[in-house]
């Protein structure tokens, strides 16, 4: 909620630090086993479109993975391994469409670097945009300046803002199946009137300071 302060950029921090010392495991565990496995973050290998062809989600404007339970309230971690594993496949539950009519996220972009474009396309920015890929591409070099400038190692306005964000509750639940019809227009109004997704909430940091 604090995105884009210091609180955020420390707790995305401590969420890289979980997922090194899970993947560790993971990989530990299957080495034992008698199989070569190796952990990595985003080190090695693009984690989102292996999470989307995995089944994990789906990709959203922002370029982030979007879960059915999380939202976009995930870090991704990998194992690869020679262990023979049954591959799982990609899932759809409405995401892309309900990206379409929303752009919170790239209203909420401190740095403008989130497209507006109706449809996901072909275009790429710059350097750092895979080129034959059909989505929404963000400009990585305007989102990483805000970065550099904010003195806090990244920004998380995208997933403070995103619909997506919510705790795993009936009435969030029930939203979620709307997003997927055509009714999703709405939802975006009634995030807005109950006051979620906001960003750059000054009162929220010195209340956490204060506690």
């Given at each position: ?11 995305a ?23 070569q ?31 059915q339970?999380?939202?976009p ?83 998380g306005s ?54």
């Amino acid at each position: 909620k604090a995105a884009p302060s210091l609180l955020e950029s420390a707790a995305a921090g401590n969420e890289y630090s979980s997922m090194a010392v899970v993947s560790h495991k993971v990989a530990t565990f299957l080495r034992q086993l008698g199989y070569q496995a190796a952990n990595c973050g985003n080190d090695t290998a693009l984690s989102v479109p292996q999470a989307i062809a995995a089944g994990l989600g789906e990709i959203s404007r922002s370029g982030l993975l979007i879960t059915q339970k999380y939202g976009p309230r995930v870090r991704l971690c990998k194992v690869f391994t020679d262990l023979e594993l049954k591959a799982d496949k990609p899932i759809t539950f409405g995401v892309q469409e309900f990206c379409k009519v929303c752009l919170k996220c790239a209203d909420s972009c401190p740095s403008d670097a989130i497209s507006r474009e109706k449809e996901p396309g072909f275009n790429t920015n710059n350097i750092s945009n895979i080129s034959g890929v059909k989505k929404w591409c963000i400009d990585a070099e305007k989102c990483y300046q805000f970065w550099r400038e904010n003195g806090g190692g990244d920004c998380g306005s995208c997933i403070a803002s995103c619909p997506y964000n919510k705790m795993d509750e009936w009435h969030h639940s029930l939203s979620k199946v709307f997003a997927d019809t055509p009714a999703k227009p709405l939802l975006r109004y009634l995030d807005d009137a109950f006051g979620y997704g906001q960003v750059d909430n000054k009162k929220l940091a010195i209340e956490f300071w204060k506690k």
